[in-house]
């Protein structure tokens, strides 16, 4: 499903934008994934169009805007996701 880009993001990152006067050369967002859990990686890795990223998890990072929309997604569909197995475990 289609979400527009106004909507707020996931409760679980937090974002924020940068004030104008911070961001003359290239505008930022910043983001903070939730804290991994035992036995996964403390950074989330995302890859757009070539370019790489490593984002630890649990700080506050800043990511250019296209960067925390694929973070965001990834997220919803993560919550998707579960819940789609919850419902389907109680069927088994």
């Known amino acids: ?6 909507e707020a993001p996931a409760p679980e990152m937090q974002t924020e934008e940068m004030p104008a006067e911070e961001t003359k050369a290239k505008k930022t967002v910043t983001v903070r994934l939730p804290k991994a859990i ?18 630890e998890k649990n700080k506050n990072v800043e990511v250019p805007p296209e960067v925390a ?3 965001r997604n990834s997220l919803e569909a993560q919550e998707e996701a579960d819940e789609f197995n919850e419902a389907n475990a109680a069927n088994d």
């Open 1 to 6: 499903m289609a979400r527009s880009k106004t």
């Open 38 to 55: 035992d036995g996964e990686s403390k950074y989330q890795f995302v890859a757009i169009n070539g370019r790489t990223y490593q984002i």
């Open 69 to 71: 929309e694929v973070l």
